[in-house]
């Protein structure tokens, strides 16, 4: 009887989930505290070993160089979400190996990520991307690099401060600081060290353009922001620290993850505002990742016989 009970409240819940009732929403909202956060706890590592599926990805495509999975996701991490995949294909064509190479090379990262991008197709009048063309027909010769088309890239309605021309600048600058970036990225412990490491930048062409060949009258510098710098401390920091601690066996580092979420700021979007209207006030991005979970995994599927909310809210009417 008692399962019976529990299969009908399931079933309700997916309705509820289709019609975008409160429900879950008013039943953490109202939660004990303790209970939330092993809620919260449980759904945030459901998200984690998700993500990690990807890292196994790159771990097997880079023959586990972990710089390079570390330059991998920076990228894929790095601009909107509509150029994800095309931001990793330049990661590919472009691989860390050769930008170490070219560290100290003037313009040389800038040359080969522009020239390897495609971009460069559509300012072919500007004297810098005139410049950038010329060290990159010599660095695309040495490392037979062969570059994208214009049309791999998303370029409508985009903000200027997240073109990918600006955002390729701001990434070469980034790459030319040292070789220990992976080494600087586990050691991130808190938002303060996320926006030392990631604000960078761009060189002093960019303080009047966000593109190429259109100039600006207000010059001013085009720094990586803090809005993007926790963006990749989510979803690049954290998440590396997390893998690379399990790959290692340094429970330390999958610690260490999580206590950076907790001292990054909630997350802003679509699903945390849906769940702040119905009653949820997230503290920090360790809650809010969770939200995120319960919101693209289990919400949006419908998926309640799989999710942890629902089970407690079974639970509950069954006490």
């Not at 206590?259 to 809650?287: C, I, M, Q, V």
């Amino acid at each position: 009887m008692e399962e019976e009970r529990r299969q009908e409240l399931i079933k309700r819940l997916e309705r509820d989930a289709e019609a975008g009732s409160s429900r879950c929403g008013q039943f953490l909202a109202t939660l004990d505290p303790l209970f939330r956060t092993q809620l919260y706890t449980t759904l945030l590592y459901e998200r984690l070993e998700r993500k990690m599926q990807l890292v196994e990805e790159l771990h097997a495509e880079s023959g586990e160089n972990w710089n390079q999975i570390f330059y991998l996701l920076y990228f894929r991490t790095l601009g909107d979400s509509q150029n994800q995949e095309a931001y990793l294909e330049l990661a590919r064509r472009v691989p860390y190996r050769i930008v170490l190479r070219e560290r100290l090379t003037p313009h040389g990262i800038e040359a080969m990520l522009f020239g390897a991008s495609g971009l460069l197709d559509l300012y072919p009048h500007d004297e810098y991307t005139l410049l950038l063309r010329r060290e990159f027909t010599h660095l695309q010769a040495k490392y037979q690099i062969e570059p994208m088309q214009v049309s791999d890239w998303s370029l409508h309605e985009i903000r200027p401060a997240n073109h990918p021309a600006l955002r390729m600048a701001q990434a070469a600058e980034f790459f030319r600081q040292d070789d220990f970036l992976f080494d600087r990225m586990l050691a991130c412990h808190n938002e303060e060290e996320v926006e030392r490491l990631f604000c960078i930048e761009a060189n002093r062409y960019w303080r009047d353009h966000y593109v190429p060949a259109v100039r600006h009258a207000n010059s001013r510098p085009k720094r990586l922001g803090v809005f993007k710098a926790h963006i990749l401390a989510i979803n690049l920091v954290a998440m590396l620290q997390f893998a690379y601690g399990s790959y290692t066996g340094k429970e330390y580092l999958r610690d260490q993850a999580l206590t950076l979420l907790e001292k990054l700021p909630p997350e802003d979007n679509r699903y945390t505002r849906l769940w702040a209207n119905r009653g949820l006030d997230p503290h920090d991005s360790f809650e809010t990742q969770a939200l995120i979970q319960l919101s693209t995994v289990h919400c949006l599927k419908k998926g309640c016989r799989d999710c942890p909310v629902a089970r407690r809210i079974s639970y509950e009417l069954e006490r």
